[in-house]
C-alpha cells in the first residue's frame, strides 16, 4: 500500500502542482486549503506524511504543527517562502522533521519525501519489469536481460519515471515537472539528452528500442 501524504497549502497553483505530481508518483494524496480543514482531514484519514505550509489564513502551520504532534508523531515537512530563519527555528521548535524553502525543485520535495517516510517505513526495495528492462528500487540499478548498468540520478528518476508508467504516453511537461523542475522551461532539451543517455545505457549491444519519442508530445516505454 502506497503512504497517504497530506498536503496543507492555501496557494491553489502550488497546492494542485503537489497534489498532481505526488499522485502521479503512486502515493495517496489528501489536500487541504487552510489549517483547520487539515487537521480535520488528518484525523479522518491519517496521513504518513504531512507537507505543511506555514503562512496559512487562519491558524498557521505552525501551530498546526503543534496541534498535530499533540496526537502524532507523523513527519511533517514545512513549506515556507520565506529565507526567514527564524521562521524555520519556529517550525522545527513546534516538531516539524524538516522544511523546504519555496520555491523549489519538484525532485527535491520527493527526495525529502521519500527520506522522511524511510524513517518511518523501512524501504521495501521493488523492482519494476518491462519486457526483458529491469529497473531495482534498492541498487538504483538498470538491467536489460543479462547485463546490468548503472544510471546517475537523473537517469534513474527519469527510467522510474518511465517504469511506472509503461505503454502511457508521458508528455514533455509531466516529465520535466516530475523529474527536473517546478517551473516548466519549454526550450530546455535536456529531456532529450537524458532519453539519449537512457537509449545508449537500455539499448546497448543490440537492445531494441524500448523509450519512443511521440513527435510533437513526449515520450513512451513501449516494444516496437
Ligand atoms: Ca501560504
Known amino acids: 500500500m502506497s503512504a497517504r501524504i497530506l498536503i496543507i497549502e492555501d496557494e491553489d497553483r502550488i497546492r494542485q502542482f503537489l497534489q498532481r505530481g505526488l499522485s502521479f508518483e503512486g502515493y495517496r494524496v489528501d489536500a487541504a486549503a487552510d489549517g483547520n480543514a487539515g487537521l480535520e482531514l488528518a484525523r479522518e484519514n491519517p496521513p504518513d506524511l504531512v507537507l505543511l505550509d506555514i503562512m496559512l489564513p487562519g491558524i498557521d502551520g505552525i501551530e498546526v504543527c503543534r496541534r498535530l504532534r499533540q496526537v502524532s508523531e507523523v513527519p511533517v515537512l514545512m513549506l515556507t517562502a520565506k529565507e526567514a530563519i527564524e521562521d524555520r527555528v519556529a517550525g522545527l521548535d513546534a516538531g516539524a522533521d524538516d522544511y523546504l524553502v519555496k520555491p523549489f525543485a519538484f525532485d527535491e520535495l520527493l527526495a525529502r519525501v521519500r527520506a522522511l517516510l524511510r524513517r ?3 524501504a521495501q526495495p521493488q523492482v519494476f519489469r518491462f519486457a526483458d528492462l529491469e529497473l531495482d528500487t534498492g541498487t ?3 538491467r536489460r536481460g543479462e547485463r546490468t548498468f548503472d544510471l546517475t540520478a537523473k ?6 519515471l518511465f517504469m511506472r508508467h509503461p505503454r502511457q504516453v508521458l508528455t514533455r511537461e509531466q ?3 516530475t523529474v527536473w523542475n517546478y517551473d516548466f522551461g519549454g526550450e530546455s532539451n535536456i529531456i532529450e539528452v537524458y532519453v539519449r ?3 545508449q545505457k537500455t539499448e546497448a549491444e543490440g537492445g531494441s528500442r524500448l523509450i ?5 508530445i513526449g515520450y513512451v516505454l513501449r516494444e516496437e
Do not use: K, M, N, S
Open 120 to 122: 518511518v517505513q523501512p
Open 155 to 160: 537517469e534513474y528518476e527519469l527510467l522510474e
Open 197 to 199: 543517455y537512457l537509449r
Open 140 to 142: 538504483r540499478q538498470g
Open 212 to 216: 519512443h519519442t511521440v513527435r510533437g
Open 175 to 177: 516529465i520535466f515537472d
